[in-house]
């Protein structure tokens, strides 16, 4: 028999050693207090154990509700499964799975297909849980510097899409592309990045999208993985690029670090989640937490598999690429181990 800590986290013990008839009559109660405090408390401190309500979801990104760029398979022990779609007034769409799903442990496996898009840009959705001109802790464009630098930008008078594209030449300009920083690029907002001259591409964006809606320009970013630049073979790298909603209502993606450009329809972009510095689900988090990759688990119970940061080292996901006809399609997978018992579920991701 296991203890009830063990028996959470699907680990055997030796019953013998354990079995209340070697223990005298009046220490089962303290026992058994004892036992379940520490199931409790190992379901909500260890980093990858969650205490999980029967009705929760797990859920994984499915990308832009309104322009997906990828097709999506989900498996469990190698068997297509059920899932839901849930969306959540960001632009974004989640596949939803049923807690029960994982009863014991399970392999759940994720397949996405990502092809090129004739259409460069796409039309915003109707309902939207932000106007994205909200300044926020990382995009914080009231600060006097970034208000400084629009004047400097003389965009009175220009379109929408003609001042972003200044606003993109301009922050090129002004930062220089970072390698071994001390300090975490995500816990950085936009005006320490203006003021340091230097970032990667999650401060590039921050920046360029605190200038935009500084200019009245609505704004957001996209996290996602791309295609290793110089190695077709990889497709698991980290990357958060931009989009910008013109006067008719369209967005425009573009990239400030990887292509350096404005028409990003091939498949090397594959983006997970829209607005996520916005979003009410990722905006209560502490640093720590986020730059940590790991889920994260909201208000309702449900679990957040994977999100806009990365979870291992080097900037990855953990995906490897199954199949590919270069800048046309390709198909990549991530695999997670989830064990669910008594409400209490371990994930565990692996590349």
């Known amino acids: 028999r296991s203890t009830a800590l063990d028996c959470r986290l699907g680990n055997n013990v030796d019953s013998q050693k354990y079995s209340p008839h070697h223990w005298p009559m009046k220490h089962i109660g303290f026992w058994f207090l004892f036992l379940s405090f520490i199931s409790v408390f190992s379901c909500t401190t260890k980093q990858d154990v969650f205490q999980v309500p029967e009705n929760a979801s797990f859920l994984v990104p499915l990308g832009s509700t309104a322009f997906p760029v990828f097709s999506t398979v989900l498996s469990i022990d190698g068997r297509p499964c059920d899932w839901g779609v849930k969306t959540d007034g960001f632009g974004n769409s989640w596949a939803a799975i049923a807690v029960p799903e994982f ?72 930062l220089a592309f970072l390698t071994g920083n001390s300090t975490h690029p995500a816990s950085i907002p936009a005006s320490e990045t203006l003021a340091s001259g230097k970032g990667v591409c999650i401060n590039f964006s921050r920046l360029f999208i605190s200038l935009c809606r500084a200019s009245g320009i609505p704004a957001r970013s996209v996290s996602g993985i791309v295609r290793n630049h110089d190695n077709t073979t990889e497709y698991d790298f980290h990357h958060e690029w931009m989009e910008y909603l013109d006067e008719q209502g369209y967005w425009h993606p573009i990239d400030l670090t990887y292509s350096k450009g404005n028409v990003l329809n091939d498949p090397r972009y594959a983006g997970f989640v829209y607005g996520a510095e916005d979003h009410s689900w990722f905006a209560a988090q502490d640093n720590k937490t986020l730059k940590s990759g790991l889920p994260i688990q909201l208000e309702n119970g449900d679990i957040v598999l994977f999100h806009y940061h990365p979870l291992f080292p080097g900037a990855r996901f953990g995906f490897r690429l199954i199949e590919s006809q270069d800048m046309k399609y390709y198909i990549i997978e991530k695999t997670m181990v989830i064990s669910v018992k008594d409400e209490c579920a371990r994930i565990r991701s692996f590349r």
Do not use: C, F
């Open 103 to 174: 009863t014991g442990s399970r392999e759940l496996v994720m397949r996405y297909t990502i092809t090129r898009k004739d259409a460069v840009s796409y039309p915003a959705a109707a309902k939207r849980g932000t106007d994205w001109l909200q300044p926020n802790r990382y995009i914080d464009w009231r600060n006097a510097a970034i208000l400084s630098a629009v004047k400097e930008l003389h965009l009175e008078g220009l379109e929408g899409s003609e001042a972003a594209l200044r606003i993109g030449r301009y922050v090129q300009s002004h």
